[in-house]
Every structure is written in C-alpha cells, then in structure tokens.
C-alpha cells in the first residue's frame, strides 16, 4: 500500500464506502390466511399467538379471552398493547397457553400479541418498544436449594 491514508475520506475513497447507509423498510410477515405469527413467554408460561384483521375477539385456548382471564387486571394486561398504539378492536386474536399460573399467561400473551403486531404492521415497533411490550420479563421463580425450607428460608433454629 503505497498511498498513505491521513483523513477519514481517503479511507472512504479506498475502501468505496457510501457516505450513508440507509436502512432497508422491513416487510410484514403475514401468511397465507392473512395471519402475522409469534411467540410470547413469561415465568413458564409459552403462548403461541396470531392475530388477524376483525372486529376484535381475542381467544385463550378455544374460550373467549372474558371467559379465561376472569380477573378485570389479567384482561386489561392482554389489551395494553392494542391500546399503546390505538387499533383496539381492529385485530382477532388466535392464541394457545400452556404453563404457568394465569398471571404468567397473561404476560406471556401480552408479549405474543405485541411480537405479533410488529411482525404484522413494522411501523408500530417503536410505540411498543417504548412501551416495554416486546421486552421478554426474564424474572421466574427462584429454584429450592437443599437443606432450607424454600429458595432461602431456613428452618427454624431451635437450641435445645
């Protein structure tokens, strides 16, 4: 290399950089039956989630999501996202649970849906990212060692 490089742009001329690079527009990915597809996790509970154009029924393993999530906080965590970016009732919602209680469920959908709505409409990403909805909660319950009581509770200590 006979020619020696001192500023920034003759190691672009060299190279033959682009002075910018413009990101390419994601594209939807959406089936064949007009379904966007993801997977949504949260303590042991996996919910696998499609949503779909419609009037906005969302149904948790063959019963309406009402029906399901009995308490007001688990159906009001399931519609966060739809509200985050203001299409309530512009989706159908497809999902199956499996694991965990029904609050971990209800996270697990959370996250199945907000995954399912980047995947469906890429310009959302960024409300939901803010948000915190496409963030998988990593917080599960702490494994029982041996010789305690639970995780880190002893047994009673007793001298006598």
Not at 27 to 47: C, F, H, M, N
Not at 131 to 155: H, M, W
Request: hydrophobic share 35%.
């Amino acid at each position: 290399m006979s020619e020696e490089v001192k500023t920034l742009e003759d190691l672009k001329e060299l190279t033959g950089a682009p002075d910018a690079v413009e990101a390419a527009p994601v594209e939807p990915q959406i089936d064949d039956l007009g379904r966007s597809y993801a997977t949504g996790r949260r303590k042991g509970a996996v919910a696998r989630v499609w949503i779909k154009p419609g009037p906005g029924k969302i149904t948790v393993n063959g019963r309406d999501a009402e029906v399901y999530f009995a308490r007001p906080v688990l159906q009001m965590m399931i519609k966060q996202p739809f509200e985050t970016v203001e299409r309530l009732g512009q989706y159908d919602v497809m999902c199956t649970v499996k694991g965990g209680g029904l609050s971990g469920q209800a996270g697990a959908v959370r996250h199945g849906i907000s995954r399912a709505l980047t995947l469906y409409e890429p310009t959302l990403r960024s409300k939901l990212k803010v948000g915190g909805f496409l963030t998988r909660d990593s917080r599960v319950v702490e494994r029982k060692k041996y010789g305690k009581r639970k995780a880190r509770r002893s047994f009673q200590f007793s001298k006598r």
